[in-house]
């Protein structure tokens, strides 16, 4: 026996739909997979059929889920017409995933988008298991959730675990220099690690103003007696809170850690960039931050639903037979695309070139959006809370290999071309995230570069690499409609690497099978300091020994781009001949964006 009706659902939808919980219990709905939808119908959750207008007529007379029904068909420029004879199939039910809502009318989807969930002390919480989002991230409460966690990421996550530091490893993990010691939030102080081996968290963060606050040579030893929190930006006490709530009580931030004024200390803990976020605890991403002084932690506006339902609660000891509880129904890219990279519409973090490799080179992060708090790691996003997230708006993750490189990887095996190809898309991102100074196009990637040196056996070359692919590292153009590659006043890289130019590129290595038709002969860079191998350049140069074709510059149509047009090839009639050709950026009097 069903429970008394709310007045806001009609009594057909009640015994309906509702009765059987919206389908969601039953399998998964799989969409057609023929074009006529004849052959190949759809399958799984609750299906029921309905005139166009008796759906009209219940959402007219204020039935919530029929007027949800003709909303999504409007949304969708779908029209239900009045009186016609055919009834519409409806088929409700989960997608994918657990707890995300599906509909599809006559086999076409017009609710794919939405999650759902309910509260902790609601009666249908034993069935729904996700919760609204968290608004309040910097409380007890979140972070005490979040370190629940973070610890089910250390201990059950097996490809987590796979890459975490082992007792049985030769070597244990490097530590940072300096660290900020957090156990007393009121009165943080700089300590040396002096090999001491201490678990800590890393800030990434947009410093986006000056850092008045930075340590340099004559405050080092001030800050290392004790830092008066006033003097901090918002951002940087707020990840002191966030550190000790977690029981961490260490903190690397790289204004304070970092010796701004001593260009030798720069570059020495910069090339430790890789060991610092690969093995920290966990880093804090504060991607809400649109500078330093912002902070991180304030409350985040509540997720409205688009609309709430009852819910008749299945049987069972827990709940009387006439138990009925509240499903929130909301939209899963809500406030949302703002997770990370590549097909995210990036948070602050996001956007800024040197928070990329923080990201991927960090095996866990505890990231505060515009939205919510999320911990990512190798295994998963999830929001803290078991609250809805859009698993459509993750980030790509290194492969596991690059974290745990005991021995480079095959050279030329299909592992090895997948990294590469990894790479490639990671140049296709970081190309376009901003830099305040540009002379940091190769320094605010030296850590990740540094990583997948260790995996590929190869070496760096001004981000490229110097092996038998190298030829396909040189297939980059700028993605944009500039008339020409804009590039640094002062030197920065060769002309054939894509970190010679301030756009954004898009590397084509993968993009199509071509044969190649040249050898490199030798490649030479000259590095701003030896210590640095990742580091700023002063001076680069190619040799290929490559086959020579005729060829055109076609720019007749106005309306499209000029291009190359080849009048041979080593198939043809046309026979080319082997020249040496010497690239180099000692040839000034060439103007290279304009070739």
């Avoid at 204020?62 to 009834?87: A, D, P």
């Avoid at 899963?332 to 991927?360: F, P």
């Avoid at 376009?432 to 260790?454: N, T």
């Amino acid at each position: 026996m069903l429970p008394p009706r709310p007045p806001s659902i009609c009594r057909a939808c009640w015994k309906g739909p509702f009765a059987v919980q919206l389908g969601i219990f039953e399998s998964p709905i799989v969409e057609a997979k023929s074009v006529d939808h004849l052959n190949s119908p759809a399958t799984g959750g609750y299906m029921y059929r309905v005139s166009p207008t008796a759906l009209l007529l219940r959402a007219a007379f204020g039935c919530l889920w029929s007027r949800f029904l003709v909303q999504r068909c409007q949304k969708h420029s779908w029209e239900i017409q009045w009186l016609t004879r055919f009834k519409l199939g409806i088929r409700i039910g989960r997608g994918s995933r657990e707890m995300d809502l599906k509909v599809l009318i006559d086999d076409v989807c017009v609710v794919y988008d939405l999650n759902i969930y309910t509260t902790l002390d609601d009666p249908a919480q034993a069935w729904i298991s996700q919760r609204p989002r968290l608004t309040d991230v910097g409380s007890s409460r979140t972070l005490y959730l979040a370190k629940a966690c973070i610890n089910v990421c250390m201990h059950a996550h097996e490809r987590c675990l796979g890459i975490s530091p082992r007792p049985s490893d030769a070597l244990p993990p490097p530590q940072p220099t300096r660290l900020v010691d957090c156990s007393k939030p009121t009165y943080p102080r700089i300590v040396l690690s002096n090999g001491t081996r201490r678990i800590y968290a890393a800030l990434s963060y947009v410093w986006g103003e000056s850092q008045p606050h930075r340590t340099t040579k004559s405050n080092l030893s001030s800050y290392i007696t004790g830092i008066d929190p006033v003097t901090l930006p918002q951002t940087i006490r707020d990840a002191i809170h966030v550190t000790h709530q977690l029981g961490i009580y260490f903190l690397w931030v790289d204004s304070l850690c970092i010796i701004q004024d001593s260009q030798v200390d720069k570059y020495r803990e910069l090339a430790s960039m890789r060991d610092i976020y690969r093995y920290a605890y966990l880093t804090i991403d504060a991607a809400s931050a649109k500078r330093a002084s912002d902070g991180f932690l304030q409350d985040r506006p509540p997720l409205n639903p688009v609309v709430v339902l009852p819910f008749i609660c299945p049987l069972s000891f827990a709940n009387p037979p006439s138990a009925v509880g509240t499903l929130y129904v909301a939209y899963k890219n809500a406030q949302i695309k703002d997770v990370g990279t590549s097909n995210v519409v990036a948070t602050m973090t996001g956007q800024r070139a040197w928070c990329l490799q923080e990201m991927l080179m960090s095996t866990r992060s505890l990231v505060f959006t515009s939205h919510t708090v999320q911990l990512r790691c190798q295994t998963a996003t999830q929001n803290i809370g078991w609250t809805p997230h859009n698993y459509a708006y993750d980030v790509d993750r290194l492969p596991d290999a690059v974290f745990r490189p005991v021995s480079p990887v095959k050279h030329g095996s299909e592992e090895w071309r997948e990294i590469r190809r990894v790479w490639h898309s990671i140049v296709d991102d970081y190309s376009g995230r901003s830099l305040s100074y540009s002379a940091d196009k190769l320094v605010a990637c030296a850590g990740i570069a540094d990583m997948f040196a260790q995996v590929l056996g190869s070496n760096h070359l001004v981000g490229l690499w110097h092996d038998d692919f190298l030829v396909h590292d040189l297939l980059w153009e700028v993605h944009s409609d500039q008339p020409g590659p804009p590039r640094p006043k002062r030197y920065r890289a060769p002309s054939w690497s894509w970190a010679s130019v301030d756009a954004e590129v898009k590397c084509h290595a993968h993009t199509a099978p071509f044969e190649v038709l040249l050898k490199v002969v030798r490649s030479t860079i000259t590095l701003e300091d030896d210590a640095f191998p990742f580091g700023p350049v002063i001076d680069g140069s190619l040799i290929l020994r490559a086959c020579l074709f005729e060829c055109k510059l076609v720019d007749s149509d106005p309306f499209s781009k000029p291009y190359l047009s080849i009048s041979g090839s080593s198939r043809s009639v046309y026979k080319p001949n082997l020249h040496t050709v010497r690239i180099s950026p000692s040839f000034d009097s060439i103007d290279d964006s304009d070739i």
